[in-house]
């Protein structure tokens, strides 16, 4: 899904259109992975993760393959944007999230952060090989790469997925004790906890897109050459998998609540020391940046989903923890647009990195308030 940066330039050559026209065949990608997300939980809690998988794999390399011979911008936007994105939608990190929640009640938080890793490493791994393979390629067997991994990779590899035992389905509290209700999506959406743990996923999904889109741009401002800039949001990307690691082992013995507080807290001095890069013009208040904001990136995922399915584990829980995602698209749509508004209207970041901070303490006071 995010090698999509290495196909942009290539695209926009060949068809020669405008930039925006080229970002919305990925913008049909990433709507269908926020707004199709309570029709993948649907599909999750009716097919199972096995079937859900293959068939994602399979529509995603169809979509792939047909976009490979696209004549058009409207054609790759049906073919790789509408047919790939739905495919990749089930195969995202809601799905895998839910599995690992389902099979590991007493280890959750672990369960997840170590599934969750495939994110950040993958967006490491394959946006070079798709470099790569686009330089020596091209855009078009690039694409037919992609198709042939997913089916000769996932479909054969999720034959060996199923269903968590039925007895593994409730919720588990810290002395295992059973599920107090067995919870349905009308019941769930009808429920406190649901709300507060919406409210938890759109505050992080307002901060740290606002922080990962804008900056790049804030460092060059202020002085960072551009090579660097850029290379320290990758490295937010390689602090993030100790991170999340860090966070799954945390949330098990120390709770939900507590370690997101802690995570949050570390992206909030991060973004402390981009105040202070400004303030003093001193370049190694990025790395500090690096290390702080990289350690929380990806928490909210990981917290929200464990802290879910302590809540609401049970055979619906798929089409709960869907649409809980329904709180993200408009977080992140909103975070990153006005961090550049802002901007405009006050010629500086720094109150929109206070807004972002704001949005961190939201969030924690949020998970405070979801009890089981």
Excluded: K
């Excluded at 405009?344 to 949005?359: I, K, N, Q």
């Amino acid at each position: 899904m995010m090698s999509f940066a290495v196909l942009y330039l290539p695209l926009l050559e060949e068809f020669h259109a405008s930039r925006g026209e080229v970002a919305a065949v990925q913008s049909v990608v990433l709507l269908l992975g926020g707004f199709g997300s309570p029709l993948v939980g649907w599909a999750f809690d009716r097919l199972g993760p096995r079937r859900l998988f293959q068939f994602g794999a399979t529509l995603a390399a169809l979509g792939f393959s047909l976009g490979s011979r696209a004549p058009s911008l409207p054609v790759l936007a049906l073919t790789y944007g509408l047919l790939g994105g739905l495919g990749l939608a089930c195969l995202g990190s809601q799905g895998n999230m839910t599995v690992a929640a389902l099979w590991y009640p007493r280890a959750r938080g672990r369960a997840i952060a170590l599934v969750d890793l495939g994110t950040g490493f993958g967006a490491f791994c394959f946006i070079p090989l798709g470099q790569a393979l686009v330089s020596s390629l091209g855009w078009r067997p690039t694409l037919l790469v992609w198709a042939a991994l997913l089916a000769l990779v996932l479909i054969p590899l999720n034959a060996f997925q199923g269903r968590p035992p039925s007895e593994r389905l409730g919720p588990v509290g810290a002395a295992g004790t059973p599920p107090a209700r067995d919870w349905t999506l009308a019941s769930a959406l009808g429920a406190t906890p649901f709300w507060f743990l919406a409210l938890m996923r759109f505050a992080g999904a307002c901060a740290f897109p606002l922080m990962n889109v804008h900056m790049v741009a804030y460092a060059i401002g202020h002085g960072i050459p551009p090579a660097t800039a850029a290379t320290a949001l990758g490295a937010v990307s390689l602090v993030s998998l100790a991170g999340r690691m860090t966070t799954g082992w945390l949330s098990d013995r120390v709770g939900r609540p507590l370690t997101l507080t802690l995570a949050y807290g570390s992206a909030a001095v991060g973004i402390g020391c981009l105040g202070l890069l400004a303030a003093t013009g001193a370049s190694w208040w990025l790395a500090l940046y690096v290390l702080f904001y990289g350690m929380a990136q990806g928490s909210s995922g990981i917290i929200a989903a464990a802290r879910a399915a302590d809540v609401f584990a049970g055979a619906a829980f798929g089409s709960i923890w869907g649409m809980l995602g329904l709180a993200i698209g408009p977080g992140e749509a909103l975070g990153a647009w006005l961090g550049g508004r802002i901007f405009d209207a006050t010629g500086s970041y720094l109150p929109a990195f206070v807004f972002s901070v704001t949005m961190l303490v939201t969030g924690v006071i949020a998970i405070w308030r979801v009890r089981a």
